[in-house]
């Protein structure tokens, strides 16, 4: 294993890509799921999760990007050639679709005017004829999302287990030393 391999990012950039991970997954599978459920449970507590969640999620992302622009340690690629080319690739189009997911679920929760658990409402804005194509836009790009994201946990599983170049480790948190975890 070489030492670029083994350094890992920050904690910020760490506990970052975990919340919006977490949040990502979290936010697909109440989409898939919410539906299922009967209706007044579904409108009254769920949908606004969801929604509240999501604009959460916009704020999570935001500090994301800027920590990754003033404070966040970059390091070195740890792939040449077509493995560097197809992780590039990879982590622009998360971040394109994480943010056509977004915005498209904002524009989404304003044209609908969600009731958020009663105790207020987003203002309805724009035309209710929009509400289906961009539900159908959101769910696109939110599975769209969750399938690259899968491929991506998929890599990082396969450089960890077949390739053993400490890929993975670069975004795991670090261990909790026996002196720390006495404290």
Known sequence: ?????????????????????ISVLALWTIGQT??????????GVVWPIHVVWGFALVALVAWRVIWR???????????TGMLQLAAKTTHYLLYALLAAALVLGV?????RGYSLFGLFSLPQIGDRAWRRPITEWHELAANALLV???????AALAHHYLLRDGVLRRMLPAPVSREAAKL
């Open 69 to 79: 622009n003033m404070g966040g340690a970059e390091l070195p690629a740890a792939d």
């Open 34 to 43: 919410a539906d299922m459920l009967p209706h007044n449970i579904a409108d």
């Open 148 to 154: 690259l994201a899968l491929l991506h946990a998929a």
């Open 107 to 111: 524009a989404n929760a304003f044209v």
């Open 1 to 21: 294993m070489t030492e670029k391999a083994l350094t890992r990012y920050d904690s910020t950039t760490i506990a970052l890509h975990w919340a919006t991970a």
